[in-house]
C-alpha cells in the first residue's frame, strides 16, 4: 500500500513515520527545500523521543521517503490516500487559516490520476473536508476530467512527547468518511494499528471533525475545573492532592487529567478551546463552560506569580529566581504558550534576575526571551545564589533533586512548585519554604 502525506510538520512526519513503520510505502511532502534535505539527512525539525531512529531506519528500508514534489508523488504513483497534514496557521481575528490546506487541496485535484482518498489530518473547523472537496472538483473540472475521488477527516490525538507511542497503540481511532470505498481503504490503511483491541471509530465527516475538538477542550475543562478546585481548596485549608486522589478513584471520573498546576499551555489546547468558541458564536451560540475554561487558565499563569509576590512582600527587585523548566510540558522542546513565559515576563518587569534550565527547551526558549534571562549548564548551576526556585515543568529529572545540595547552593531556601512534583511537609523539615498548588503553604 502506498500513500503520501503532504506537510512534514510535527503531525505529518509522525504520521508518515508511524505509516512506514508497519510496512506501508509513504512519502512524505513538504515545499520547504532545506527541511526535506534535512530530513533525508535524518535531521528532523521537532524533537520527539524516538522519532529521529524511526525516521532512520524506515528510510533506510526505503518505506519512508521525502519530497518536495507533490505533482508527482500524486500523478499516477499508486497513492491510495494522501494525508493532509500542513499547518492551519491561527489567522488575524484567531481562526484557523485554511489556505496551506486548501491550496494543497487543489494541487492534489491538479494532479491526481486516479481514484484517491484525500484526509484531513491537521485540525481544522466543521466543515473543512467540505472545502476540500470543492477545491479538488474545481480543480478536476478545470481539468476536464473526472477522476472519482473522496475525502475523509482523520483527527490525531498525539500528544507531544509520547506521540509515536500514541500513533501505534492508539486507544481509538476516528474516521469520517462519506463512502463506503473511502471506508474500504481508511480500513487497510489502520489494520495493523487495532492489535490490541482498540476500537476505529467511522462516523460521518463534520462528527470526526468534532470530535478532535471536543476531544481537546473536553481535557482543557478538567485542568481547568482541578485549578478551580485547587485554589479554592487552598482558601479553605483542604488539600487538593488528597482530593484529586479521592474524585479520581470514581471510574466515571478517572484518575488523568486532573492533575492542578499553572495553567494549560502547548499548541492544541489554547488554540482549540479558542476555535470552538469561536466557531460556536459565529454560529449564534455561546459556549459559556469553555468561555470560563479559558479565563480560569489564564489567570492560573500567574498563580506561581503571585505567591513569589505575596512571599517576598512585593520586592523582587534584585532577587535572584532559579526556574527548572521551560516548555510547556516535559519531555518536548514546545514553549508554544508556555506557562513559564508569562511567570518569567512578570518577574522580569519586576526587576528581577532569572537563571532557567531545561534539558531541551533552552535553544527555543531563546527565542521568545533571548538574552534577558540566564541560561544554566544543568539544573544545579542554576541555583547558585537563587532567592528561590520555581519548579515550572515537572521534567522527570527535577523530580527527586538532592535538596541537601540544593539548600547550599541557594541564597535562601524557598520552593515554589507549580506542578506539586515536592513534598512540602518533607521540604520544610529540611528548612525550606515550600509552595504548590492547592496546598497548605
Ligand atoms: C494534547 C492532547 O492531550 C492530545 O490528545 C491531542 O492530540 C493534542 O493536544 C493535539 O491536539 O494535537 P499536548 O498538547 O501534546 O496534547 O499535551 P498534553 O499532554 O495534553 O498537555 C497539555 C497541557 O495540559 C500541558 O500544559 C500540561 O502541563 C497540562 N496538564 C495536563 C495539566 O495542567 N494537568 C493535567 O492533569 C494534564
Known amino acids: 500500500m502506498r500513500i503520501a502525506v503532504v506537510g512534514t510538520g510535527y503531525v505529518g512526519l509522525v504520521t508518515g513515520t508511524c505509516f512506514a513503520e508497519v510496512g506501508i510505502d509513504v512519502t512524505c511532502i513538504d515545499i520547504d527545500e532545506k527541511k526535506i534535505e534535512n530530513l533525508k539527512q535524518g535531521v528532523l525539525p521537532i524533537y520527539e523521543p524516538g522519532l529521529e531512529e524511526m525516521v532512520t531506519r524506515n528510510a533506510q528500508k526505503e518505506r519512508l521517503s521525502f519530497s518536495t514534489d507533490l505533482a508527482s508523488v500524486i500523478r499516477g504513483c499508486g497513492c491510495e490516500a494522501a494525508f493532509i497534514a500542513v499547518g492551519t496557521p491561527p489567522g488575524e481575528d484567531g481562526s484557523a487559516d485554511l489556505k496551506y490546506v486548501l491550496a494543497v487541496a487543489r494541487q492534489i485535484g491538479r494532479h491526481m490520476s486516479e481514484y484517491l482518498v484525500v484526509v484531513t489530518k491537521s485540525t481544522v473547523p466543521v466543515g473543512t473536508a467540505q472545502k476540500v472537496r470543492q477545491a479538488i472538483e474545481e480543480e478536476l473540472e478545470a481539468r476536464g476530467v473526472d477522476i472519482p475521488f473522496d475525502v475523509a477527516s482523520n483527527p490525531e490525538f498525539l500528544k507531544e512527547g509520547a506521540a509515536i507511542e500514541d500513533f501505534l497503540k492508539p486507544d481509538r481511532i476516528v474516521v469520517g468518511v462519506a463512502s463506503e470505498r473511502a ?258 503553604q
Open 183 to 440: 471506508e474500504k481503504v481508511m480500513k487497510k490503511l489502520y489494520k495493523p494499528f487495532l492489535m490490541n483491541g482498540h476500537p476505529l471509530i467511522f462516523m460521518d465527516i463534520p462528527s470526526a471533525e468534532m470530535t478532535k475538538y471536543a476531544a481537546n477542550a473536553m481535557l482543557a475543562t478538567k485542568i481547568s475545573f482541578m485549578n478551580d478546585i485547587a485554589n479554592l481548596c487552598e482558601i479553605m485549608g483542604a488539600d487538593v492532592n488528597m482530593v484529586r486522589k479521592g474524585i479520581g478513584s470514581d471510574a466515571r471520573i478517572g484518575n488523568k487529567f486532573i492533575y492542578p498546576g499553572i495553567g494549560y499551555g502547548g499548541s492544541c489546547f489554547p488554540k482549540d478551546v479558542k476555535a470552538l468558541i469561536r466557531t460556536a458564536s459565529e454560529n449564534g451560540y455561546q459556549m459559556r463552560v469553555l468561555q470560563s475554561v479559558e479565563e480560569v487558565n489564564e489567570r492560573q499563569k500567574s498563580v506561581l506569580y503571585n505567591k513569589i509576590h505575596a512571599h517576598f512582600s512585593g520586592d523582587l527587585s534584585g532577587k535572584t529566581f532559579a526556574v527548572w523548566g521551560l516548555s510547556f510540558k516535559p519531555k518536548t522542546d514546545d514553549m508554544r504558550e508556555a506557562p513559564s513565559l508569562v511567570i518569567i515576563r512578570k518577574l522580569l518587569e519586576q526587576g528581577a534576575r532569572v537563571k532557567a534550565y531545561d534539558p531541551v527547551a533552552m535553544e527555543e526558549a531563546r527565542h521568545a526571551l533571548g538574552e534577558a534571562i540566564e541560561y544554566g549548564k544543568d539544573e544545579y548551576e542554576a541555583l547558585i545564589d537563587a532567592d528561590a526556585l520555581l519548579l515550572v515543568t515537572e521534567w522527570p529529572e527535577f523530580r527527586s533533586p538532592n535538596f541537601n545540595v540544593v539548600a547550599r547552593l541557594m541564597r535562601d531556601r524557598v520552593v515554589f512548585d507549580g506542578r506539586n512534583i515536592y513534598d512540602g511537609t518533607e521540604l520544610r523539615e529540611k528548612g525550606f519554604a515550600y509552595y504548590g498548588i492547592g496546598v497548605k
